[in-house]
């Protein structure tokens, strides 16, 4: 399980289940446990107003440098 933040404001945004190691691009509506952003539009923000992500049909398009994440991912 990960916590996605904020980079702007350092507030907590997502809860997620990242499946293997490497690069976070995208997050799967189905693995994201808790959510605290958010949404205008396709917009997906945190409530200081930086954009995160774009809401896209199954998972969130994450902008990179928007949001920094830790915690410990699933191995495959």
């Not at 350092?10 to 808790?34: D, P």
């Not at 990179?64 to 495959?76: N, T």
């Given at each position: 399980?990960?916590?996605?933040?904020?980079?702007?404001?350092?507030?907590?945004?997502?809860?997620?289940?990242?499946?293997?190691?490497?690069?976070?691009?995208?997050?799967?509506?189905?693995?994201?446990?808790?959510?605290?952003?958010?949404?205008?539009?396709?917009?997906?923000?945190?409530?200081?107003?930086?954009?995160?992500?774009?809401?896209?049909?199954?998972?969130?398009?994450?902008k990179?440098?928007?949001?920094?994440?830790?915690?410990?991912?699933?191995?495959?």
């Open positions: 399980m990960i916590i996605i933040r904020c980079s702007r404001c350092g507030r907590k945004l997502f809860k997620y289940q990242k499946l293997g190691s490497g690069r976070l691009w995208h997050c799967w509506n189905a693995r994201i446990v808790e959510d605290y952003s958010i949404r205008e539009g396709t917009e997906v923000k945190c409530p200081c107003g930086n954009v995160i992500g774009i809401e896209q049909s199954k998972w969130i398009k994450l990179q440098g928007a949001f920094s994440y830790s915690g410990a991912m699933i191995e495959r």
